[in-house]
Nanobody, 124 residues
């Protein structure tokens, strides 16, 4: 079974930093083949993609709102996804979710897993 568990959320001051982690129990050696992403959802807002670290390349994607402030990384040995949040702003307040996705092939549904989320609150 696969279980994604986020941790590291909490309260931070504007301009401060937080580090999020996502353990991916059950993926094991398959972890390196998954595109890993962080999403977030603020109260009353739709869930949005924050950053993705693709398995191939590796290449990355960052939402414009976090580009230059957040850093996504992964440890393929420990099968852990990370997100470093620097220069935090109040608008970064949201529940942050870990997401794993792997394309199986044409005509097959991708393999996808979600974590339960960790709360990030940025307030002075």
């Amino acid at each position: 079974q696969v279980q994604l568990v986020e941790s590291g959320g909490g309260l931070a001051q504007p301009g401060g930093s937080l580090g999020l982690s996502c353990t991916t129990a059950g993926l094991s050696y398959l972890f390196s083949s998954y595109d890993m992403s962080w999403y977030r959802q603020a109260p009353g807002k739709e869930r949005e993609l924050v950053a993705t670290l693709y398995a191939r390349g590796p290449s990355t994607y960052y939402a414009d709102s976090v580009k230059g402030r957040f850093t996504i990384s992964r440890d393929n040995v420990k099968a852990i996804l990370y997100l470093r949040l620097d220069k935090l702003k109040p608008e970064d307040t949201a529940i942050y979710y870990c997401f794993a996705r792997k394309e199986i092939g044409l005509g097959s549904a991708p393999s996808e897993y979600w974590g339960q989320g960790t709360q990030v609150t940025v307030s002075s």
